[in-house]
């Protein structure tokens, strides 16, 4: 019998609760939504309801990702709790061809011990992805369950590969730090002063360089650690940004320069081929 506060209506009305404070934000959502409802959920809470879409020319790469890195590409997941997801019907099977071979080029790009040992088991690009705080999210890697989401969106490539980096750091950070990982002191410490995370996420920027402040590689980054750790992560794959990175490092940004070793730590945890040739060769 699971403890009461693992308890899925418990979990609801405690994220309702949440919801309700007056000094409720949406960054602090994240970390209230993710520890109190995943934690208590099991695994097999997501189900993948569509495995494949029935045309041989999307199906192949299903089938090559799912051999190659034990990783299922899911067409459609069964119901999420809290989540609204939007449906991938045939009209959008285009799309997810195109998706479906951006994750599978830039999966190619880590060595395959690391996706194995990163125990990813599942990712899905549904249409939208409504989130439990209200509004929408480019992508999501909810903790302990193992898989993560991109939203279906192939109007910007670049941006699609920084969101699969992004969300796949989430889950190597959570893999390798455990809870500690939405917090994380170590982190904070880099940070030039006490920063108090926070922001208005529709008025945020993801996937480009444009400090607001020293320490800082966008907007997003000051959401959340954890979002300041996958911002820093999933830029490392994107030219210009990368380039751009390694300028603020040159001009003096000690803060950023100790945030990069971090992140390039951890995705060595799972792979000891991450190492500065590799980042050297993206």
């Known amino acids: ?20 404070r007056p000094d409720y934000t949406k960054s602090q959502s994240d970390a209230a939504i993710q520890s109190l409802l995943f934690a208590g959920l099991s695994s097999n809470v997501v189900t993948c309801a569509q495995p494949y879409t029935g045309q041989a020319s999307v199906d192949t ?13 899911c067409v459609n997941l069964g119901p999420l709790p809290l989540f609204t997801l939007g449906t991938v019907t045939s009209s959008d099977y285009a799309n997810l061809q ?41 992508g999501f890697a909810p903790t302990e369950l ?6 279906l969106q192939v109007s910007n490539i670049p941006f699609l590969k920084a969101t699969i980096h992004h969300e796949f750091f989430h889950h190597l950070d959570e893999e390798k730090n455990g809870p500690r ?8 410490s880099y940070n030039y002063t006490y920063y108090s995370y926070g922001c208005n996420r529709s008025n945020t920027s993801a996937g480009v360089i444009s400090p607001p402040a020293a320490g800082f590689l966008n907007t997003y980054s000051t959401c959340e650690v954890v979002e300041d750790k996958a911002e820093v992560y999933s830029n490392q794959f994107i030219l ?25 730590r951890v995705a060595a945890n799972f792979s000891s081929s991450i190492n500065q040739t590799f980042w050297n060769n993206l």
């Open 1 to 20: 019998m699971r403890p009461v506060f693992m308890h899925p209506v418990f979990l609801l009305i405690t994220w309702f609760i949440l919801s309700c």
């Open 61 to 73: 790469i299903i089938d090559q990702i799912k051999s190659t890195y034990g990783v299922q590409p």
């Open 98 to 138: 195109t998706a479906l071979t951006t994750l599978q080029t830039e999966f190619a790009r880590y060595p395959i011990e690391l996706v194995l040992r990163s125990r990813l088991r599942m990712i899905s690009f549904p249409t939208s992805i409504g989130v439990p705080y209200g509004g929408t999210a480019g």
């Open 146 to 151: 193992d898989f993560i989401m991109v939203r």
């Open 181 to 188: 990982y939405y917090t994380d002191p170590t982190w904070r």
């Open 240 to 264: 210009p940004n990368k380039t751009q990175i390694q300028t603020l490092i040159a001009n003096g940004d000690t803060a950023v320069a100790q945030k990069l070793d971090y992140v390039q």
